[in-house]
């Protein structure tokens, strides 16, 4: 393996200072040995041959994908078949002077010539050493000095320092960097530890037959090189050339997965959209090449957050696998205050905005997931820039309505907002026609049986109206689902009550806001979001929910029937005093007692 550092920091030099001087010294001790010691004229040439070999290698290193470095070399071939052939002295010196006169040749900073040469030297020695006690008369005690020899050379010294001065010098965590270098060398090296085993059985069989060994480095070499180049290939059609990260197509691809491995493990998954603030101002004032230079110092600042891509233009996605609302707002909060500190040479500093959306409590789907956390976005812009917004179930369009519900100067302004925000739930549910308007004119009718004054009525009429405002926050794929919901499912369609709440009360529509809350209260105390019981739950409250129920059980749903007027009557009497009042059921019965069957169209009229 061969580190790719041209200039080591001064970080660096703790490691490479004295990695270095023990090469040297073992160079040194391993020519002094050789020489003191007579060889024949064929061991030279063997010696010279693999030495020979050793340098083409290293001109020709192959890449590996994954491996911080500049690739694994079939160098490591020579080296330990030389190391096992002829000794510890022998290895020292062809592990050393191969590399060196490729990387010379070459021209490449002497601080990284000497460091490769003295590391190779030191993988040598300590292989060679580790083996001199292990008998070579059996077939294993051969493999036995192979894989002990092979072992030390890349794991123990080479692997080491390498992911040393990577660790040292990109400030990367040396143990993950270590076991991510091993992952990815492991099967090439194990390859090579063959083919050493190979030339040493054909070498001391024939020195000549060695050469039959060639094809097969070769073959291995080429297999790699294409194999790499494959898997650049892909890399590259999933990344963005400009910034590095992720590209469209790939946050798509990964999204996907996520959400389906979230879905499998019953995980949360968070995902926070990224924008630049007054991008195109940038572009304008400064030109492109400034604003692409922004846009580098964004996407290094994503990298720390979690999986990034690049959706196009100023905008950015980040992958929070695992994390809830709470965790994933601190994550997006902290990507805007490291990019607040970004200061442009031209522009100054820089800011983003960011919206996060949760699987599964806000969206289930991948575009139901983009499109909430995109709302969130949107809002973060809204609210000043240069900050991090959750989902909120609110567009542009139903917010405005809300607010002119909030403070329409009159009533038939405040009417026609709450009938603009019923269509936009209606349009989203499961029933037909229009439910929550036909469920505020019932709710409106009932109110006015129970003999409640007439603005009292009318503030029923349009609480009922509301009632499934907080469906905005559900995900259409639970609202449509034409089956039963399991569980997480019902978790989540149960939140709609306190999202229309925290909606309306903070525009103050009170009392509308607090019974839109409790309409799924039940009067056993059995209901939801509070369990209250009895007269503890708003009468506004319990009037909607047998208009609800009504109007529920009377519409028309793709897995069953509508019930007839008399069959829903019946059961809203049946169920009196335990999911419903008692007094409330009997006023609905007694108001639509005073005319024939009605239609649904009838009973808005």
């Excluded at 709470?326 to 800011?351: K, N, Y």
């Excluded at 009504?550 to 029937?561: C, G, H, K, L, P």
């Excluded at 999911?579 to 007694?590: G, I, T, Y």
């Amino acid at each position: 393996m061969t580190s790719t550092s041209t200039r080591p920091p001064s970080s660096v030099l703790a490691i490479v200072t004295p990695v270095i001087a023990a090469g040297v010294a073992a160079v040194a001790a391993a020519a002094y040995s050789y020489a003191r010691t007579p060889h024949s004229f064929g061991d030279v040439a063997a010696f010279v041959g693999l030495l020979i070999g050793m340098a083409v290698a290293e001109r020709f290193p192959v890449p590996v994908e994954g491996v911080d470095a500049g690739g694994v070399t079939l160098g490591f071939v020579f080296a330990v078949a030389g190391t096992l052939l002829f000794g510890w002295q022998a290895g020292v010196m062809i592990s050393a002077a191969g590399p060196t006169v490729t990387h010379l040749v070459g021209h490449r900073p002497p601080m990284r010539v000497a460091y490769n040469a003295a590391m190779f030297a030191l993988a040598a020695l300590a292989g060679g050493l580790a083996i001199e006690s292990i008998s070579e008369r059996s077939v294993l005690g051969l493999l036995a000095r192979v894989i002990v020899c092979a072992f030390i050379y890349n794991w123990v010294v080479n692997l080491v320092l390498v992911t040393a001065v990577l660790s040292a010098s990109a400030g990367k965590p040396f143990f993950k960097l270590i076991l991510a270098n091993a992952r990815q060398t492991t099967a090439p090296f194990a390859l090579m530890t063959s083919a050493a085993l190979m030339l040493v059985v054909l070498w001391e069989r024939s020195p000549a037959l060695s050469l039959a060994l060639v094809g097969p480095l070769i073959a291995i070499a080429l297999y790699q090189r294409s194999n790499f180049k494959a898997m650049r290939a892909m890399r590259l059609a999933l990344t963005d050339p400009l910034t590095g990260l992720g590209n469209h197509r790939h946050f798509h691809e990964r999204l996907q997965r996520e959400l389906t491995q979230a879905e499998h493990d019953g995980l949360t998954l968070s995902l926070c959209l990224v924008d630049i603030d007054d991008f195109k101002r940038i572009n304008d004032r400064f030109g492109h090449p400034v604003g692409d230079r922004v846009l580098g110092q964004v996407a290094s600042r994503l990298r720390q957050g979690g999986e990034s891509f690049r959706l196009g233009g100023d905008e950015f996605a980040v992958l929070l696998p695992g994390l809830d609302e709470r965790a994933a707002i601190a994550v997006a909060r902290s990507i805007v205050e490291r990019v607040g500190t970004v200061d442009v040479e031209q522009v100054g500093l820089v800011t983003v905005s960011a919206g996060i959306a949760v699987y599964p409590a806000q969206g289930v789907g991948r575009d139901e997931l983009i499109r909430l956390a995109d709302s969130a976005l949107y809002w973060a812009k809204e609210d000043g820039k240069n900050r991090a917004r959750t989902y909120q179930a609110t567009s542009t369009l139903e917010l405005s309505q809300l607010q002119q519900l909030a403070e329409g100067p009159d009533r038939a302004a405040r009417y026609r907002a709450a009938a603009s925000l019923a269509k936009a739930v209606d349009a989203r549910d499961v029933y037909t026609g229009s439910h929550s308007e036909r469920v505020g004119v019932l709710a409106a009718r009932i109110a006015r049986r129970l003999g409640i004054d007439e603005p009292q009525v009318e503030l029923t009429r349009l609480a009922g109206s509301l009632h499934d405002l907080g469906k905005l926050a559900i995900p259409e794929e639970i609202l449509r689902k034409p089956g039963a919901l399991n569980e997480s499912e019902r978790l989540v369609l149960q939140r709609h009550p306190q999202i229309g709440y925290r909606m309306l009360e903070s525009l103050g529509v009170e009392p509308i806001a607090e019974w839109v809350l409790h309409h799924h209260e039940r009067w056993d105390g059995s209901g939801y979001p509070d369990r209250l019981r009895g007269e503890e739950i708003p009468l506004g409250a319990r009037i909607i929910l047998v208009a609800d129920a009504f109007d529920a059980m009377t519409s028309e749903r793709v897995y069953r029937e509508p019930l007839s007027y008399h069959d829903a009557v019946a059961e809203l009497e049946r169920c009196a005093g335990t999911q419903f009042d008692p007094l409330v059921v009997e006023a609905f019965s007694e108001e639509l007692g005073f005319v024939e069957e009605p239609r649904a169209a009838q009973l808005v009229s």
